[in-house]
């Protein structure tokens, strides 16, 4: 049967407060993601810590990126094709972003094996111990420097002095690739798309998008208010402020993405007569 136009209007019309915040929540953890990755994780861990170099980094996002704009197209299609109990994006939400979740903490957390050689306060000096001579001194840098554990006096200090091992590479490679493809496309389109069909008012679309649009500098405004928080208690310990933070976020991701697979109930309707889109509602 034909649904009467009260009840088109009733589920096409106005969104609650509670429906708009159940939806947008999401975005909160997605920002604070998109940041810790993007200005501490490549910079701070994978530069820094575990001496990976700029142009290596930017060639390996590049090529992620470039081959997730191509899986975009599929995931799109894919989810407007698909037709469930549970609608045709939120089977995208509830599998991909879980996985995203265990990618990001992978991605933000590297092994410490993996890190190139630096040094450290451990590295052992035994060759300079008790000798006060200034041939002997010169002798001891020397050393050092051949053997790469010191930088040469005429070196540049922004090409760095270390390389990151291979393994390094693969591992920072397939787990960005694999963030872009759960994350920014498995989960962000469809949840985009969601949002269009939870309502077929103009104004409310609008309004919707505009919370959303909140909820998402929130998530900035956040994680710049945790790194600074966290930061006095992890002065000298950058990677393990990373850690923690990452912990948090994923924490929030799961809380947000149960929230929004809860209380945000879609299902596809032949008979609505609104472009095939599916009837959204609170549970």
Same mark, same amino acid.
């Given at each position: 049967?034909?649904?009467?136009?009260?009840?088109?209007?009733?589920?096409?019309?106005? &969104?609650?407060?509670?429906? %708009?915040?159940?939806? @947008?929540? /999401?975005?909160? #953890?997605? !920002?604070?993601? +998109?940041?810790?990755? $993007?200005?501490?994780?490549?910079?701070?861990?994978?530069?820094?810590?575990?001496?990976?170099?700029?142009?290596?980094?930017?060639?390996?996002?590049?090529?992620?990126?470039?081959?997730?704009?191509?899986?975009?197209?599929?995931?799109?299609?894919?989810?407007?094709?698909?037709?469930?109990?549970?609608?045709?994006?939120?089977?995208?939400?509830?599998?991909?972003?879980?996985?995203?979740?265990?990618?990001?903490?992978?991605?933000?957390?590297?092994?410490?094996?993996?890190?190139?050689?630096?040094?450290?306060?451990?590295?052992?000096?035994?060759?300079?111990?008790?000798?006060?001579?200034?041939?002997?001194?010169? &002798?001891?840098?020397?050393? %050092?420097?051949?053997? @790469?554990? /010191?930088?040469? #006096?005429? !070196?540049?200090? +922004?090409?760095?002095? $270390?390389?990151?091992?291979?393994?390094?590479?693969?591992?920072?490679?397939?787990?960005?690739?694999?963030?872009?493809?759960?994350?920014?496309?498995?989960?962000?389109?469809?949840?985009?798309?969601?949002?269009?069909?939870?309502?077929?008012?103009?104004?409310?679309?609008?309004?919707?998008?505009?919370?959303?649009?909140?909820?998402?500098?929130?998530?900035?405004?956040?994680?710049?208010?945790?790194?600074?928080?966290?930061?006095?208690?992890?002065?000298?310990?950058?990677?393990?402020?990373?850690?923690?933070?990452?912990?948090?976020?994923?924490?929030l991701m799961g809380i947000a993405l149960a929230t929004l697979l809860w209380l945000i109930k879609a299902r596809y309707r032949r008979d609505q007569g609104l472009g095939r889109m599916p009837a959204a509602e609170l549970r």
């Amino acid at each position: 049967a034909r649904l009467s136009p009260r009840e088109s209007m009733k589920e096409g019309g106005k &969104l609650t407060c509670k429906t %708009k915040s159940a939806y @947008s929540g /999401l975005r909160i #953890p997605m !920002s604070t993601f +998109d940041f810790l990755i $993007r200005l501490n994780v490549r910079t701070s861990v994978y530069r820094d810590a575990y001496g990976m170099s700029i142009s290596t980094q930017a060639m390996i996002v590049s090529l992620c990126k470039s081959l997730d704009f191509l899986m975009g197209f599929i995931v799109g299609y894919v989810s407007d094709k698909l037709r469930t109990r549970w609608g045709r994006r939120k089977p995208f939400i509830a599998i991909c972003c879980p996985i995203f979740i265990v990618v990001f903490l992978m991605l933000a957390n590297p092994p410490s094996s993996l890190s190139a050689p630096s040094l450290n306060e451990e590295t052992d000096f035994s060759v300079c111990e008790g000798e006060d001579l200034c041939s002997a001194t010169e &002798l001891c840098v020397s050393a %050092k420097v051949n053997s @790469s554990a /010191l930088p040469a #006096p005429d !070196s540049d200090p +922004d090409e760095g002095d $270390r390389a990151a091992p291979e393994s390094l590479l693969v591992y920072f490679a397939i787990l960005y690739f694999a963030m872009q493809l759960s994350g920014w496309t498995g989960t962000q389109i469809p949840y985009d798309a969601l949002g269009y069909e939870l309502t077929s008012d103009y104004h409310e679309k609008s309004s919707l998008f505009g919370v959303k649009a909140g909820f998402q500098f929130i998530g900035y405004f956040l994680q710049n208010g945790l790194a600074f928080v966290l930061a006095s208690q992890y002065s000298d310990d950058v990677v393990g402020r990373i850690r923690a933070e990452s912990i948090v976020y994923a924490a929030l991701m799961g809380i947000a993405l149960a929230t929004l697979l809860w209380l945000i109930k879609a299902r596809y309707r032949r008979d609505q007569g609104l472009g095939r889109m599916p009837a959204a509602e609170l549970r």
